[in-house]
C-alpha cells in the first residue's frame, strides 16, 4: 500500500505534528491494551492468564516502535516514506489487537476507525479511501480465516470457531460500511481544515508582507514621522525624523514632544487636533536653525478611541532660501524693467542739459559765479550719466562672453589693486587658495562682481580687520568674508535689491550689478554669518562653469 501525504507548506511543522502522532497513538495503546491487560489478570494470575501475557508483549513492542519511530523521525527530511510505515503499522497493530481479543467477538474494532482519522491528517481524500480499503480487507480476511477455522492458534490462546455466516457477514458489513463512511466525512472535514489553514497562513503572509512594506515605507519615505501617545510622549521615529533633527529613536523615544518640537508642548490630550499645515523653527544646534512644515493627524482604534497623533514634518530651509530668492528676483526684475524706461528717458534730456550748459560756458561775458555754477551742473550730470550707465547694466545686462581663464590670478590682480589704492592700508587679506585655477566664466563681469565684494568687504572690515577669499573650482564657489559687524537681519531680505544701500553715499547699485552678473552666470550669491564674525557672500557657478577645459561653458 502507498500512500501519498499531502503537501504540507514550512508553516505546517510536519516534524511537529508528527511528533504528536506518535505521542497521542503510544497514549491510546497504553490506555486501552493496559486497561484489558489489568482486566485480564483480575480474572487469574499472569501463568493463568496467556491473552494477558501476549498483549503486554504487544503493547511493549508497540513502545518500541514508538521510541524507534520517534528517534528516525529526527532524522529524515521527507515524511513519505515515514507516514506510509506508520499508517500500514497502525493496521497491522489493529489486526493483531483483533486476533489476541477474540476475532468476530474483539471490542476493539473501533481501533480502524482512529486509524482512519488519524490518517486524514496526512493524506487526501482518494488516499484516505485506501486505508479504509486496506482495513476492511484486513478485518474481512480476519473473520473469514475465524470463520473457516484457518486461524492459527497460539499455546494457550482460545478463540471461537462455531460461527455463523449470517453473524460474520453482518459483521464484515457493518464495519466496512462504517470505515468507508468514516474515510469520507473525516476526508471531507481535513480537506476544509486544510483549505482553511492554508488560507489562514496566506492571510498571514499577506499581513506580514503588509507590515514589512510599511516599515519600509516608513524607513525610505523622505518625511519625517513620528507618533506621540495620548501623555504627548514619542513612540515612534522614523529614519526621515532622525536626519532632520540629529536624534536618533533611542534619544527621543519617550520623551515628551515638547523637547523635540516646542511648538507642540505643553501637550495634553484635549489639544490633539488634526493641523493640515503649520511651520515652526526648529534649533538643531547653536548655528543651525530648520524651517519645518509640518501637518499632524489623530490615529484612532476601530472603536474611533485616540491613539495619539502621527506628525508628519520636512525641512523646508532649502525651499524657504530659494522661495525668497525667486521672489527676490521677481523684485529686481520688476524694478529693472521700471529703471530701463526711466533711464531712457532722463538721459536724452540729461545730455541736452548737460550740452547747453557747455555752449553758455563758451561764452566770455559769463562772470565767475556763474560759470562755478555751470561747471557744478555739468559735474553732476555726468554723475547721473554714469549713475545712468549702471543703472543700465543692471536693468539690461549684456550677454556672458565666457573665456576659459585663471580666476586666481584675477583675483590677486584684484588684492593688488586694493593694496595699492591705500583705502585700506591695516586690513590684512587672507587667501585660502593656490593658483592657477581655471574657470570658464566672463573676465568682464566676474572681474566686477569681484570688486565689488572685495570693496564692500574693506569698507567693513576697516580700520584694522581681515578679509578671507576662499576658491573651490571643483564646487565652482568664490567665498568672501570679512571681520565686519555683518549684515542685520531686517537687510538681508533687501540686500540686492537696487537704490537700497546702508551707506551715507552708496548708491545702491553694487550689489545689485553684483546680483545680475552673478545671475547672468546662472549662478547664485547669498550671505550668510562668516566664521570671522562679519558677512560671508558664497558665489556658486554652475557645473558648465567648473574647473573642466574640455567642456566649454555653454549658457
Known amino acids: 500500500m502507498v500512500v501519498t501525504p499531502v503537501q504540507m507548506s514550512s508553516h505546517s511543522a510536519p516534524r511537529r505534528l508528527l511528533s504528536w502522532y506518535l505521542a497521542v497513538r503510544l497514549t491510546v495503546v497504553c490506555l486501552f491494551l493496559g486497561g484489558t491487560i489489568l482486566y485480564q489478570l483480575q480474572q487469574g494470575s499472569w501463568a493463568s492468564s496467556p491473552a494477558a501475557r501476549y498483549l503486554t508483549y504487544l503493547t511493549l513492542f508497540a513502545v518500541f516502535q514508538t521510541i524507534f519511530s520517534g528517534f528516525v523521525l529526527k532524522q529524515i527530511k521527507r515524511y513519505r516514506g515515514f507516514i506510509n510505515a506508520q499508517i500500514s503499522w497502525d493496521l497491522l497493530f489493529v489486526v493483531s489487537i483483533l486476533y489476541l481479543t477474540g476475532g468476530v467477538e474483539s471490542l476493539y474494532s473501533f481501533l480502524f476507525i482512529l486509524v482512519i482519522i488519524a490518517s486524514s491528517v496526512f493524506c487526501p481524500r482518494p488516499q484516505l479511501l485506501v486505508v479504509a480499503s486496506a482495513a476492511s480487507i484486513l478485518y474481512g480476511s480476519l473473520l473469514d480465516l475465524q470463520y473457516y477455522g484457518y486461524l492459527p492458534v497460539l499455546p494457550g490462546h482460545s478463540i471461537s470457531k462455531d460461527l455463523q455466516h449470517t453473524d460474520v ?17 473525516s476526508g471531507a472535514l481535513a ?17 506580514e508582507e503588509l507590515a514589512r512594506l510599511n516599515q519600509s515605507m516608513l524607513t525610505n519615505i523622505n518625511s519625517g514621522l513620528m507618533v506621540i501617545n495620548a501623555a504627548g510622549r514619542i513612540r515612534s521615529f522614523n ?52 524651517t519645518l512644515g509640518y501637518s499632524a ?26 522661495e525668497d530668492q525667486l521672489k527676490r528676483a521677481d523684485r529686481l526684475a520688476a524694478v529693472g524693467r521700471l529703471a530701463s524706461g526711466l533711464a531712457h528717458e532722463i538721459r536724452n534730456p540729461l545730455a541736452s542739459i548737460s550740452g547747453s550748459v557747455q555752449l553758455l560756458l563758451e561764452d566770455e561775458k559769463v562772470n565767475e559765479e556763474d560759470r562755478h555754477l555751470m561747471n557744478i551742473v555739468i559735474k553732476e550730470a555726468d554723475r547721473l550719466s554714469v549713475l545712468l550707465s549702471d543703472f543700465l547694466d543692471f536693468a539690461r545686462p549684456s550677454a556672458v562672453q565666457l573665456e576659459l581663464i585663471d580666476i586666481a590670478s584675477l583675483v590677486d590682480e584684484l588684492i593688488a589693486l586694493v593694496n595699492a589704492s591705500g583705502q585700506f592700508q591695516d586690513v590684512v587679506i587672507e587667501k585660502n587658495y593656490s593658483g592657477p585655477i581655471s574657470m570658464n566664466i566672463d573676465p568682464q563681469k566676474m ?53 537700497y544701500t546702508t551707506k551715507d553715499k552708496g548708491t545702491g547699485l553694487g550689489l545689485a550689478n553684483v546680483y545680475a552678473n552673478v545671475e547672468a552666470h546662472q549662478g547664485r550669491i547669498y550671505v550668510e554669518p562668516g566664521s570671522l564674525g562679519g558677512a560671508r557672500f558664497i558665489i556658486e557657478l554652475p ?6 577645459p574640455a567642456v566649454s561653458c555653454k549658457l
Open 169 to 185: 457477514f453482518y459483521a464484515v458489513f457493518l464495519h466496512l460500511g462504517a470505515f468507508f463512511l468514516t474515510a469520507l466525512l
Open 191 to 207: 480537506e476544509r481544515l486544510r483549505r482553511s489553514e492554508e488560507a489562514r497562513e496566506k492571510r498571514e503572509i499577506d499581513y
Open 239 to 290: 529614519s526621515a525624523a532622525s536626519k532632520i533633527t540629529g536624534y536618533s529613536l533611542e534619544e527621543v523615544y519617550n520623551r515628551p514632544i515638547e523637547a523635540i518640537l516646542p511648538e507642540f508642548g505643553p501637550f495634553d490630550s484635549e489639544s490633539m487636533v488634526d493641523i493640515e499645515r503649520g511651520e515652526t523653527n526648529y534649533f538643531k544646534n547653536e548655528k543651525e536653525i530648520l
Open 297 to 322: 493627524s489623530r490615529v484612532v482604534d476601530n472603536n474611533n478611541e485616540s491613539l495619539g497623533l502621527l506628525i508628519a514634518f520636512q525641512n523646508l530651509t532649502e525651499y524657504k532660501a530659494l
Open 447 to 499: 572681474y566686477q562682481v569681484l570688486w565689488d565684494l572685495l570693496i564692500n568687504a574693506g569698507e567693513a572690515a576697516r580700520p584694522e580687520g581681515k578679509i578671507r577669499i576662499d576658491i573651490n573650482a571643483a564646487q565652482g564657489e568664490i567665498v568672501i568674508e570679512d571681520t565686519g559687524a555683518g549684515i542685520a537681519d531686517e537687510d538681508l531680505d533687501r540686500l540686492f535689491e537696487p537704490f
Open 543 to 548: 557645473e558648465q562653469c567648473r574647473i573642466n
